[in-house]
């Protein structure tokens, strides 16, 4: 009973750390739960078990905060409901072996609970990168609700995550001990954490004659999205959107709004040129090309001709394609998120679109929103970002909220304005500094003309990347193989 009871605070501290991301956003729910794992597997002497502990911690988390996985197997219940719980658990469990490795290793490598922390945090940075990657949830997000969220400018999310993690070691140690000096010393950690992501918050955005920008939100709920009674009522209500006057400079629609592909749509292209009177248009549209198909964004110019084309580059796995796809479609497992039987194929990699007066855009589509790598690998600095996406996949879930805080990041990361249309939300201005200027709630047709903020100076992060974060964890951790082969055995 006293081996099982440590597991299961271990499962439900994870649970209340994940309280920390939306909507919750519990910061300090969060903080606490990540104090009280420390003080856990400080507990367990031997590796296997501060393992379990890591497992089972990252099993809480991952199970609650990607909770809205369940929701895409809804859309056609009849074929794909029976996969959803083997989904969740596979997800959680797998995505929990990070963490466990990260307890384990670190444990290995030294009692004290510094070593898991740089661990931990080299496993995050590791999780963003491996089979193609999944940063959704990182640590470091827990403060994405606060000021200290501005960290993002100069330490990027793998930084924030490093410090954070330190931190909440150094809490656990210094109540462990009851030093007076290494309490005013976390104190003093966590009011630098704070005051200087207050620092860092620029002032306002002036938006005086800034170019404004309309964002369309149809609100196609999926099951019905693609169902040929119910097109043309979505199809005709972005169209509406985009007639109503005064008009803007530049109209967004979400995701795979046009429900042709691209070399079928000059038809539809042409209603919505008539609708935009001049004013240019961005759309998602699915288009084929030598027996592949690709999820697109096209540019539309005045007389509804596309004149500039992005394929997303970074795909959703088991959702546009599916790894090992010849083996699952003999059970008849196909990509969720992909129309085409065989998914999506890959674009060539981050581009930039040309927006005249308004500036260089970094288009997004997406799941792309959610790779910080991604969005600092542009071939040249934008002026915002633009980002599209089908969030309606994930109902009214956690997913859409999420989604949207991570792409929120990207902003503050990069210094730039975000420009996102989601087909079922939500759709909204953010500035460089993440504040939502405008916005659509989740679940609700409409559109907005906002003004597009000015772009800051280029920020520490979108010139550096993330690679300050790994020289100090190769530095963290190389130091800890150091001490450990100098302690005696």
Known sequence: ??????????????????????????????????VAVFWLVDREAIAARAGWIGWLFGTGYFAISLHWILEPFQVDAAATGWMAPFALAGIAGGLSLFWAGAFWIGRRLSPTPFAIAVVWATVELARAYVLTGFPWGLLGYLWSSTPVAQWHTVLGPHGVTLITVLLAALTMTALKSNSLVR??????????????????????SDVDNRPVVRLIQPNA?????????HIPTFFTRQVDFTAQLPSPDLIVWPET??????????????????AAQGVPVVLGIQREEEGRYYNSLVTLDATGVPDQVYDKHHLVPFGEYMPAAGLFAKFNILGLAARAEAGYSSGPGPQ???????????????????????????PLRPDFLLHLTNDAWFGTSAGPQQHLQQARLRAIEQGVPLVRSANTGISAMIDPAGRMLEAIPLGRAGFVD??????????????????????????????LVAVKRRRPH
């Open 183 to 204: 309490g005013l010393v976390t104190v003093a950690g966590f009011l630098a954490l704070w005051i200087g992501g207050v620092l860092l918050t620029p002032h306002a």
């Open 352 to 378: 930039t679109l040309d927006f005249g007066a308004l500036g260089i855009a970094l288009p997004l589509i997406c799941y792309e929103a959610v790779f910080p790598q991604d969005v600092n690998g542009a």
């Open 221 to 229: 709920p999926q099951h019905q999205k693609w169902d040929p009674a």
């Open 450 to 479: 906002v003004p597009l903020p000015a772009p800051r100076p280029p920020t520490i992060y979108s010139i550096t990347g993330d690679t300050p974060a790994i020289l100090a964890l190769v530095a963290a951790f190389a130091a």
């Open 257 to 274: 709004a046009v429900p042709n592909l691209l070399h079928n749509a000059g038809p539809a292209f042409e209603v919505i040129a008539d």
């Open 1 to 34: 009973m006293v081996k099982v009871l440590p597991r299961l605070a271990a499962f439900g501290l994870g649970c209340l750390f994940a309280l920390g991301q939306p909507p919750f956003d519990l910061w300090w729910v969060a903080v606490a739960a990540l």
